[in-house]
């Protein structure tokens, strides 16, 4: 089993949508989780770090559920600029790993 | 965010030559430095974690005698791909974490991938 499961997509969605992803992950001992962001042939970028209470940044909104082992990601009032892959990262209780996702494609149309 | 330099961005090889990808990191000390291999349509499969000043721990799988990692200084890791061939063709990313930076010092911060294509 993977260490952290996402569906691929691809979400087509029009602007101005909310648009939600989750993710599943399999070690209850993971420490930290976070969404990246990453553009075609391009390097990972951090969208925002996931806590349990829940963190806002803007239109983005991430949830943490340790109980049921899955993290989500919420994009409100979808740009053009927000189509991406979304990748899904939990960090080992050791701290050193971070284990991807295989992400999420996103694409908003005009 | 901490500034992580990888370099070449795209490399053009033939097989059986070696090829060096230097990651550094610009602004802080990465005493931990992680390489990773992306395929098209896949996800990011960690090959190594770079350790400064001792050997690198590589995954399950990778070979450590074709994909040789220095990590010589607490700023600069390097990822040797000897005798390349062509499935090694692939999208080779570094990162790093800057275990000063508090509450951030779990996040990684990727360099911006080479691209290395043998022929």
């Known amino acids: 089993r993977k260490e952290v499961e996402q569906d691929p997509g691809p979400f087509n969605v029009p602007e101005g949508a909310t648009v939600a992803f989750n993710c599943t992950y399999s070690n209850s001992a993971s420490q930290s989780f976070f969404w990246y962001r990453q553009d075609c042939r391009k390097e990972p970028k951090l969208l925002m770090s996931v806590y349990s209470s829940g963190n806002e940044d803007g239109r983005f909104t991430a949830q943490l559920n340790r109980a049921s082992q899955y993290i989500s990601l919420l994009i409100r009032d979808s740009k053009l600029s927000d189509s991406a892959t979304y990748l899904c990262v939990a960090q080992s209780n050791t701290g050193n790993q971070f284990y991807f996702g295989t992400g999420t494609s996103l694409t908003v149309i005009p | 965010g901490a500034v992580v330099s990888q370099h070449p961005s795209r490399v053009i090889c033939k097989s059986g030559t070696s090829v060096k990808i230097e990651c550094r990191s610009l602004d802080f000390q990465a005493t931990t430095m992680f390489w990773y291999r992306q395929f098209p349509k896949q996800s990011l499969m960690l090959m190594a974690t770079s350790n400064e000043g001792s050997k690198a721990t590589y995954e399950q799988g990778v070979e450590k005698d074709k994909f040789l990692i220095n990590h010589a200084s607490l700023t600069l890791s390097t990822l040797t791909v000897t005798s390349a061939h062509p499935e090694d063709s692939s999208f080779y990313i570094c990162?790093?974490?800057?275990?000063?930076?508090?509450?951030?010092?779990?996040?990684?911060?990727f360099g911006a991938g080479t691209r290395l294509s043998v022929l």
């Open positions: 990162s790093a974490r800057d275990p000063l930076a508090g509450i951030a010092k779990n996040i990684q911060y």
